[in-house]
């Protein structure tokens, strides 16, 4: 089966709506997504950057609250912006890194993201992080402990360190097994497309 | 019948996108065209670049080389990055304001397009905009030289300064009679959509 990554930052308003669609999108193909939590502070202030494009072109970042609303109505979603924007995403993409090991991350993020975009709750706090891991069957006070250990802080590091060697400089961004490279929710389709045409016939014959 | 404001640089390689097919599918939903060229220098100067965001950001810019190639392969058409990029548009976009009198704006603008975009000809040369003139049936020398009086300028000069205060902040824009925004060359159905389901229903019925 081809595989897409899906490259994502827990306060990205984009990738919100991405993550809400991605497994039926992708499961309609037959290709199966790796979710790769990441940070794009990093990576925004290697452009300079000291906070989100939104935030420093205003034009941008009221037009984006208007596109995404927009976007959510015609899917029936829920989107706030938050009172803080963007919010620090780093303890939630943490317990992420940690959900791969047993596979609950796909639904953690979804519940951060509803958490965040459709209740206006704020990420970066530990009662927020707890509902979510929570609602999603894992137990808060482990994972709460677990998220500030030094192993799980260094494959996050680890993690953005790979996505900026991969070029990657926004998010969504998802990359196919052959190195395409596709960013934006409104690119969602065209990569699963190309991931699903294009993506490893030797091991989904295997 | 509705309108669609299209508000495009002729620099601008996501415009291209949109200016080749904008017609064909406004037509099939029953919407008008209102072709807007203006001029983004001001407008990037404006939020401190001094030259277009994909040569300040260079991952961007090699990821929207990649983008419209593969956009471009989908729709047939050729698409080639010309040595220059950004290439001076001033002159093209004024003698695109001169032809909004008698209507060949749009076939003129397309034609520009293609010396660039598919050619490789640098837009900013007088040679390249005759040929782009003389192509769609109109006198290359009358224009040019109508082209550098101050009405002209003038008009230029208000049309972009109308898209600043319109808040538009990168191209293509497609503005709705309802005063909807919408950016990108992906965001075109969107906006045709909105435009046609919202537009002007007194006036299709006159």
Redesign the interface.
């Given at each position: 089966m081809a595989t897409l990554e899906f490259w994502y930052d827990f306060a990205s308003t984009y990738s919100y709506l991405s993550a809400m669609r991605i497994e039926d999108f992708a499961k309609d193909r037959g290709v199966e997504v790796a979710w790769k939590p990441f940070l794009l502070g990093p990576i925004f202030q290697g452009?300079g950057w000291t906070t989100s494009p939104f935030n420093l072109?205003p034009?941008?970042g009221?037009?984006m609250v208007?596109?995404i609303e927009?976007i959510a109505a015609y899917r029936g979603m829920t989107f706030r912006l938050a009172p803080v924007f963007p919010q620090n995403s780093v303890n939630a993409a943490r317990l992420a890194m940690i959900g791969a090991e047993k596979g609950w991350t796909p639904a953690f993020t979804r519940e951060v993201y509803l958490l965040q975009f459709r209740d206006g709750a704020d990420i970066s706090e530990t009662d927020t992080l707890a509902k979510a891991l929570a609602a999603v069957g894992q137990d808060p006070e482990t994972l709460l402990a677990r998220m500030r250990e030094q192993p799980v802080k260094d494959a996050l590091r680890a993690q953005t360190e790979k996505a900026m060697f991969l070029?990657?400089?926004?998010a969504p961004t998802f990359i196919t097994e052959d190195g395409?490279?596709?960013?934006?929710d409104?690119?969602l389709e065209?990569a699963l497309g190309w991931a699903a045409a294009r993506g490893a016939p030797a091991a989904s014959s295997a």
């Amino acid at each position: 089966m081809a595989t897409l990554e899906f490259w994502y930052d827990f306060a990205s308003t984009y990738s919100y709506l991405s993550a809400m669609r991605i497994e039926d999108f992708a499961k309609d193909r037959g290709v199966e997504v790796a979710w790769k939590p990441f940070l794009l502070g990093p990576i925004f202030q290697g452009q300079g950057w000291t906070t989100s494009p939104f935030n420093l072109f205003p034009k941008r970042g009221n037009y984006m609250v208007r596109d995404i609303e927009r976007i959510a109505a015609y899917r029936g979603m829920t989107f706030r912006l938050a009172p803080v924007f963007p919010q620090n995403s780093v303890n939630a993409a943490r317990l992420a890194m940690i959900g791969a090991e047993k596979g609950w991350t796909p639904a953690f993020t979804r519940e951060v993201y509803l958490l965040q975009f459709r209740d206006g709750a704020d990420i970066s706090e530990t009662d927020t992080l707890a509902k979510a891991l929570a609602a999603v069957g894992q137990d808060p006070e482990t994972l709460l402990a677990r998220m500030r250990e030094q192993p799980v802080k260094d494959a996050l590091r680890a993690q953005t360190e790979k996505a900026m060697f991969l070029n990657i400089f926004g998010a969504p961004t998802f990359i196919t097994e052959d190195g395409e490279m596709f960013w934006g929710d409104d690119r969602l389709e065209q990569a699963l497309g190309w991931a699903a045409a294009r993506g490893a016939p030797a091991a989904s014959s295997a």
